[in-house]
């Protein structure tokens, strides 16, 4: 699992907006652009990004961050469901993020400064849902609430439902393309910033929503 020490459960609550009709979603072919990309660090040393073209396996001892940069228009979610079958919220970093208007060009790392996500030994799938969309999804944000008030594992299975249904309606409906762009990695531990880059995804879209699931499969000996 990873170590998350520097995520507090207080911060675990999403501002969600879901408008269904029926089955499906609405959106309101709203543009929206955004930037991501999972940075991975071997054990050797070497950096570079994960596409997540099929299951990514990692092993304990391999260091991992995320990038995120909003150029306009969009509401990007992460959440993690881990090995140990906890769930967090690990993006916006607050409740009050998406109250006040977010400035294009919004970026940022996480874990920030010199912080990077650590796997422990334990083998199993560390499940990423990244969401994002024009609109803010409140019926998962209500779910999610009452999750983070109540604990219980009913609430839990619920929201995770509700996370595999938002990603599925969100990707069957979206219309977007994606530019791969170089960035720079941040920090390094240590304190040096790397000179190289690797390759992220922006991705840009008039019409829909924007869902993946993204799995980390720690099962490999260090």
């Not at 995520?7 to 269904?20: A, C, G, N, T």
């Not at 619920?158 to 409906?173: C, F, G, I, Q």
């Not at 880059?197 to 000996?221: C, E, H, M």
Request: proline fraction near 5%; avoid cysteine.
């Amino acid at each position: 699992m990873f170590n998350l020490k520097d995520i507090s459960r207080q911060v675990l609550i999403i501002p969600f907006i879901l408008h269904y009709a029926l089955s499906g979603m609405v959106f309101g072919g709203e543009q929206y652009s955004f930037s991501w990309a999972f940075i991975h660090k071997s054990r050797g040393g070497q950096v570079g990004s994960l596409d997540f073209e099929a299951e990514e396996p990692i092993s304990e001892g391999e260091l991992l961050r995320f990038y995120l940069e909003l150029h306009g228009g969009a509401f990007v979610y992460l959440y993690l469901f881990d090995a140990r079958h906890d769930l967090y919220l690990v993006f916006p970093p607050s409740t009050a993020f998406y109250n006040g208007e977010v400035p294009a060009g919004y970026k940022t790392y996480i874990p920030s400064g010199r912080k990077w996500f650590a796997l422990d030994g334990l083998k199993g799938t560390e499940r990423f849902y990244l969401l994002a969309s024009a609109e803010r999804l409140l019926e998962l944000e209500r779910l999610t609430e009452m999750f983070l008030a109540a604990g219980n594992p009913e609430l839990k299975t619920r929201l995770l439902a509700k996370l595999d249904e938002a990603a599925k309606n969100l990707s069957a409906v979206s219309v977007y393309e994606v530019d791969r762009i170089p960035i720079r990695p941040g920090e390094m531990p240590g304190g040096s910033d790397s000179a190289k880059t690797v390759g992220a995804q922006k991705i840009s879209a008039t019409d829909g929503g924007y869902g993946r699931v993204l799995d980390l499969i720690n099962n490999l000996d260090p």
